[in-house]
Nanobody
């Protein structure tokens, strides 16, 4: 069984930075992708970004491009999300997910691609 644990959320002022971590444990093998999603109050869960574990290819939502950076530490089975120049609109619960990689265009952005999810960590950006 795979487990994902997020950490690093908190309260920050607009323009500030936070770094989220997602630690994966359990039997993980094959080609897969890890992704970050977020869900604001009253809204649907939306894709933030993702990274393929083998090749390290990264994907981002347009709303965070240039501000957020995803990286991985293979030795620690950990994915990081560096969030800079945060905006109040970034306020949400952030979730990490893990799923099997699919070459179908855009599949990395679909929540259904991910089989495992963490419990979420709250990010609040004050104006």
């Amino acid at each position: 069984q795979v487990q994902l644990v997020e950490s690093g959320g908190g309260l920050v002022q607009a323009g500030g930075s936070l770094r989220l971590s997602c630690a994966a444990s359990g039997r993980i093998f094959g080609a897969y992708i890890m992704g970050w999603f977020r869900q604001a109050l009253g809204k649907e869960r939306e894709f933030v970004g993702g990274i393929t574990w083998s090749g390290g290819n990264t994907y981002y939502a347009d709303s965070v491009k240039g501000r957020f950076t995803i990286s991985r530490d293979n030795a620690k089975n950990t994915m990081l999300l560096q969030m800079d120049t945060l905006e109040p609109e970034d306020t949400a619960t952030y979730y990490c997910g893990l799923g099997r990689w699919s070459p179908v265009a855009g599949r990395y952005a679909a929540a259904a691609t991910y089989d495992y999810w963490g419990q979420g960590t709250q990010v609040t950006v004050s104006s």
